[in-house]
């Protein structure tokens, strides 16, 4: 069965602490993964496509890797406006529009 | 530059009356979805328009839901018959086709809340 899960569920760290996200995926083909951060009340804002093991991008403190089970969102120093959910996403080879999706990492970073 | 807009953007109703959304996309996206998203969950898809067809329906979705997209541009979905259960963060998102990832961009979403 296709699933993707996030971990861990909720995440706290203290300003300047860093640490690493996962999206851990089980489909038979990977077509793309994508990242999302979203605030509360907000919908969901794009941040990065990782196509296949190997691949990196980044955005400010935000880094993400992908391998061919897992992708990683690892965050840098992260200061407190850094703190949402984030989300993963995964289309699968074979789908032209519908995504998997993960139930989200709280990220909560203290002052 | 004008991102997914979504209107409105609360919406408290009484169990059994009917409800609408709109959603305005990108304007050079030609592709639409609907979510709907509880607390603690990640987006559940709900129906996907390429231009004005609708391509797909979540078999998940009953028949009291249906959306529209009238001339390719903005799209509507009415719930009907509203229930309790129906309480939900509604999102709209937009894309364009293209050998590319095809990455959504959300709109703010619509809290209903039924009463």
């Known amino acids: 069965e296709d699933q993707v899960t996030q971990s861990p569920e909720a995440l706290r760290l203290q300003e300047g602490e860093s640490s690493s996200l996962n999206c851990s995926y089980t489909?038979?083909?990977?077509?793309?993964l994508f990242w999302y951060r979203q605030d509360p009340g907000k919908g969901p804002e794009f941040l990065f496509t990782?196509?296949?093991?190997?691949e990196e991008k980044e955005k400010e403190r935000l880094k993400a890797t992908l391998t061919k089970k897992e992708s990683f969102l690892h965050i840098t120093a992260p200061k407190p406006e850094d703190s949402a959910t984030y989300l993963c996403?995964?289309?699968?080879?074979?789908?032209?529009?519908?995504?998997?999706w993960g139930a989200g990492t709280k990220l909560i970073i203290k002052p | 530059d004008t991102g997914v807009s979504q209107d409105p953007r609360h919406k408290i109703t009484k169990r059994g009356q009917n409800v609408t959304f709109r959603c305005d996309p990108i304007?050079?996206?030609?592709?639409l979805y609907w979510y709907r998203q509880t607390l603690g969950q990640g987006p559940e898809f709900l129906t996907y328009?390429?231009?004005?067809?609708?391509?797909?329906k979540s078999r998940l979705l009953s028949d009291r839901f249906s959306a529209e997209r009238p001339k390719g541009s903005f799209s509507t979905l009415e719930i009907q018959r509203t229930e309790q259960g129906d309480s939900a963060m509604y999102l709209c998102?937009?894309?364009?086709?293209?050998?590319?990832?095809?990455?959504?961009?959300f709109g703010p979403g619509t809290r209903l809340t039924v009463t």
């Open positions: 328009f390429q231009n004005e067809a609708q391509l797909e």
């Open positions: 990782l196509y296949s093991a190997g």
């Open positions: 304007s050079e996206h030609n592709r």
């Open positions: 489909v038979s083909g990977l077509r793309g």
């Open positions: 996403a995964v289309k699968k080879v074979g789908s032209n529009y519908q995504l998997i």
């Open positions: 998102a937009s894309s364009v086709s293209s050998g590319g990832g095809d990455e959504q961009y």
